[in-house]
Nanobody, 119 residues
Framework: QVQLVESGGGLVHAGGSLRLSCVGS????????MGWYRQAPGKQRELVAQ???????TYTDSVKGRFTISRDNAKNTVYLQMNSLKPEDTGVYYC?????????????WGQGTQVTVSS
């Protein structure tokens, strides 16, 4: 079983920065891919960035060059550093852990943290 707790959201002006953190509990966390999704009002949840247990990263095109995902396996923590924020980055950001060692693949989710970018 995996539990995820996010922190670090808030209100920031366009061009500003925020850092999100997600702490996972459970022995499996350090072995599975973790990532960040976001959901804007009236839109579907979308993948923002993902990092495997070995540190390979994936980003959606709209955040490349601005956001950086990283993880500290010793702390079971994944981070999302968000720079040059834009109003379109506004939404609820959810931490995700994707357990590929079970069939079917199982997704764990955090409770979400609000990020609001004002213009």
């Amino acid at each position: 079983q995996v539990q995820l707790v996010e922190s670090g959201g808030g209100l920031v002006h366009a061009g500003g920065s925020l850092r999100l953190s997600c702490v996972g509990s459970g022995r499996r966390v350090r072995f599975i891919a973790m990532g960040w999704y976001r959901q804007a009002p009236g839109k579907q949840r979308e993948l923002v960035a993902q990092i495997t247990s070995l540190g390979d990263t994936t980003y959606t095109d709209s955040v490349k060059g601005r956001f950086t995902i990283s993880r500290d396996n010793a702390k079971n923590t994944v981070y999302l550093q968000m720079n040059s924020l834009k109003p379109e980055d506004t939404g609820v950001y959810y931490c995700n852990a994707k357990d590929i060692f079970v069939t079917p693949v199982f997704d764990y989710w955090g409770q979400g943290t609000q990020v609001t970018v004002s213009s």
